[in-house]
């Protein structure tokens, strides 16, 4: 049995050579080892891995890679088969590449990945929607406006009760970031203004980012935004991602372009194909 920690350091040496954007080891233990739902990991990381979660909908791969040194020789489509196994055994009525909320390394398949897009093709995937990543080169940020904080310890209750309150599918990863230093925030008389995430899953990636629902369309989360934005630029950060955007107005203020679109493909497992 090998031990989470080497499993890890090995996943994330097999990504490095496999992913043309590999998550580092820390970001692999958190998403593969921690988050909850747990993945389930199969395969050999010498040659290739593949990490489903189950969750009450359904399951998602959250990660598939295969060693360039041992492509095409029909693992991949074994592996991507061992993980729907493994959804099925679970009772997933689907197993889906993407849009996994919200623990996730990738919200979906790069498009430069063609090989990962032609085997969900020949394994009969269908592309059922999109997610849009936007990139900020950091050295060029507008000027922080100020007016943010970094949330503390004891932000945790009331953060907790804002996220319960107006945006209940993000209270996870605010939480998260809370915890590791990465929430900014920024307040009114009547509370918690906005607050902006980052690094939460990976390094590089930004979100999310939320305002009161009071507040929405009047710029109001700027503050909190940038504020995220210089601070991961005083961390040594080049280029930031805020990943599966929504609207993309409020970073195309801030300099942001379209840096990537990535797919969400999805398989029904309760129809049989021969
Ligand atoms: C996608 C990937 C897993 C495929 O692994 P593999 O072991 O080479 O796949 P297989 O040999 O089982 O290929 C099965 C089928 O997929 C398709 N396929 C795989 N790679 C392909 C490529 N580069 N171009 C076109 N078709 C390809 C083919 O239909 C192939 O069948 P064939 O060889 O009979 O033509 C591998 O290329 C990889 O690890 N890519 C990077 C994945 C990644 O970015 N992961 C991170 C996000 S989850």
Known sequence: MVRATSLVTAIAALC??????????????????????????????????????????????????????ARRRGHGRELLAEAEAVARAGGAPWLQVGAEAPWYLWPGVDTAELGLLCLLERARYTRVDSAWNMGVALAGLPHDPGGWRVARGTDRDAIDAWTQ??????????????????LVVTSDDDGI???????????????????RPDLLGRGSGQAALLGALHRMRAEGHKHAEISWVGPICPYVRVGATIDRILSIQRKDLTVSRG
């Open 16 to 69: 490095a050579e496999a992913a043309a954007d590999a998550p580092s080891a820390d970001e692999l233990a958190w998403v593969l080892t921690a988050a909850e739902p747990r993945a389930t990991v199969v395969g050999d990381p010498d040659v290739g891995i593949a990490a489903v979660a189950l969750h009450p909908e359904g399951a998602y791969l959250r990660l598939l890679a295969v060693h360039p040194r």
């Open 165 to 182: 309150a107006h945006w209940v599918h993000w209270g996870a990863e605010m939480l998260r970031a809370l915890a590791l230093g990465r």
């Open 193 to 211: 203004a906005a607050a902006c995430a980052y690094g939460v899953c990976r390094d590089r990636y930004v979100g999310p980012v939320a305002v």
